[in-house]
């Protein structure tokens, strides 16, 4: 039986993904901001 | 063709890029936790994988073509070779920051530690920190050429600590393991389980190149707009 450990790897999935997402965002908004 | 004509298509071909990377990487999740197979000894945090290794790739990948252009702007002194190692270097930061953040969530229930200082996290960290100062030192440097030519030198400097952090499994002994997928025996990994890896690996190269053409692009416009008031003052 594998341990009960997915809550580590929700947390994970949602700092990798926040990270990623927020740097597109702030890439986004640069954008609008320079064109 | 304009610079800034340039600047805004390489940006516009760098935001469709990066939209397909985050379709791709909300595709990876949903592959790596309802489509991959538990791994039996380690549960459900083995599947952290799916996005550390891709995110350790994409910072290496990130470091190296630093490296290389900042070779080349030493080389050729071209203003080019000098933004693209700062999208490169800034962008290589970004997925250091997801390698190292996402690491510890996998480390904590498998070594019962959040953090250990064996030679690979502490390589590693050196190298996120040098990039941090690379990144610092380009901020805190008015005059162009002398903040190109100091950074390359830096870029340079990680590019040759790359290697050495990848074979500090092998030199050392470490809590880390060794690489599955990029070691001379070959694959040791089951084939659902590496297709899942080798969809992240091509997410984050996708989302590199996606995010390194708009950091380009922006340095681009923003180095006109400086001109241009500049020129009007």
């Given at each position: 039986m594998p341990p009960d450990n997915g809550a580590y790897m929700i947390a994970a999935y949602i700092v990798g993904g926040v990270i990623v997402l927020a740097y597109a965002v702030y890439l986004f908004v640069m954008a609008r901001k320079l064109k | 063709m304009t610079d800034r004509t340039n600047a805004l298509r390489l940006l516009s071909r760098g935001q469709i890029l990066t939209v397909i990377g985050l379709i791709g990487f909300g595709f990876l999740i949903v592959r790596a936790m309802a489509f991959t197979p538990l791994e039996?000894?380690?549960?459900?945090?083995?599947?952290?994988m799916y996005v550390h290794v891709p995110s350790a790739w994409a910072a290496g990948v990130a470091i190296m073509l630093t490296g290389l252009f900042s070779a080349a702007y030493l080389w050729l002194r071209d203003e080019r070779a000098d933004r693209a190692a700062a999208a490169s270097a800034e962008v290589g930061i970004l997925f250091g920051t997801v390698m190292l953040g996402t690491g510890p969530f996998w480390a904590?229930?498998?070594?019962?530690?959040?953090?250990v200082w064996d030679a690979r996290l502490t390589s590693t960290l050196f190298l996120y920190l040098l990039f941090v100062g690379y990144l610092i030192l380009r901020d805190s440097t008015e005059d162009r050429g002398m903040r190109a030519r100091f950074s390359a030198v830096v870029g340079l400097m990680g590019l040759v600590l790359v290697p050495f952090v990848h074979l500090t499994v092998y030199m050392f002994r470490t809590q880390h393991p060794e690489p599955v997928v990029l070691k001379p025996e070959g694959v040791t990994m089951p084939g659902s389980m590496l297709a899942t890896l080798l969809v992240g690996v091509v997410v984050f190269t996708v989302l590199y190149f996606g995010f390194v053409m708009q950091r380009y692009g922006l340095t681009v416009l923003d180095d006109l707009r400086q001109e241009e008031m500049y020129d009007a003052a």
């Amino acid at each position: 039986m594998p341990p009960d450990n997915g809550a580590y790897m929700i947390a994970a999935y949602i700092v990798g993904g926040v990270i990623v997402l927020a740097y597109a965002v702030y890439l986004f908004v640069m954008a609008r901001k320079l064109k | 063709m304009t610079d800034r004509t340039n600047a805004l298509r390489l940006l516009s071909r760098g935001q469709i890029l990066t939209v397909i990377g985050l379709i791709g990487f909300g595709f990876l999740i949903v592959r790596a936790m309802a489509f991959t197979p538990l791994e039996v000894r380690q549960g459900a945090a083995q599947k952290i994988m799916y996005v550390h290794v891709p995110s350790a790739w994409a910072a290496g990948v990130a470091i190296m073509l630093t490296g290389l252009f900042s070779a080349a702007y030493l080389w050729l002194r071209d203003e080019r070779a000098d933004r693209a190692a700062a999208a490169s270097a800034e962008v290589g930061i970004l997925f250091g920051t997801v390698m190292l953040g996402t690491g510890p969530f996998w480390a904590k229930p498998v070594w019962g530690a959040w953090w250990v200082w064996d030679a690979r996290l502490t390589s590693t960290l050196f190298l996120y920190l040098l990039f941090v100062g690379y990144l610092i030192l380009r901020d805190s440097t008015e005059d162009r050429g002398m903040r190109a030519r100091f950074s390359a030198v830096v870029g340079l400097m990680g590019l040759v600590l790359v290697p050495f952090v990848h074979l500090t499994v092998y030199m050392f002994r470490t809590q880390h393991p060794e690489p599955v997928v990029l070691k001379p025996e070959g694959v040791t990994m089951p084939g659902s389980m590496l297709a899942t890896l080798l969809v992240g690996v091509v997410v984050f190269t996708v989302l590199y190149f996606g995010f390194v053409m708009q950091r380009y692009g922006l340095t681009v416009l923003d180095d006109l707009r400086q001109e241009e008031m500049y020129d009007a003052a």
